[in-house]
């Protein structure tokens, strides 16, 4: 049986969607994964989506509320940013919670692919610390 995790940060458009879509694309044979967010933001920035394919991994989620998962049994939470980690320390119901700050990539300034730099930098690092946890983790 896979174990479920929730990856949390604030608007639920870039880190927590990155960590989602790495996890079940790499590690789906132990893993499913879920994200949300504190204050969602409606939609899942067209970075995310378009850096997440530049490595072969097709993104059609939306941005959702922390709220739609309250009553999933969850075996690990994980929140992805500073906020999420303060306005979210105890998830009900969940085995575990860990936090992985990463900065938000969708606050970047700059030219288009100044920012895609950042989004890459960030997508590269949520796919080396994310699986790296969950593979150390045992549920």
């Not at 896979?2 to 458009?13: A, E, I, P």
């Not at 990155?18 to 949300?36: G, K, Q």
């Not at 919670?97 to 900065?103: D, E, I, K, M």
């Amino acid at each position: 049986m896979k174990s479920k995790v929730l990856f949390l940060c604030t608007g639920n458009s870039a880190r927590s969607q990155m960590a989602e879509a790495i996890v079940n694309a790499r590690l789906s044979e132990s893993w499913e994964a879920f994200s949300a967010g504190t204050r969602p933001a409606g939609f899942v920035h067209p970075l995310t989506v378009r850096l997440l394919a530049e490595i072969g991994i097709p993104h059609a989620g939306r941005s959702k509320s922390a709220d739609e998962f309250r009553e999933i049994p969850f075996d690990l939470v994980v929140t992805v940013c500073d906020d999420a980690a303060k306005e979210c320390p105890v998830w009900l119901g969940s085995g575990r919670y860990v936090h992985l700050g990463f900065p938000d990539p969708a606050t970047a300034q700059g030219t288009e692919a100044e920012r895609m730099d950042v989004f890459r930098r960030m997508r590269d690092e949520i796919a080396r610390q994310v699986p790296a946890l969950l593979q150390r983790i045992v549920t």
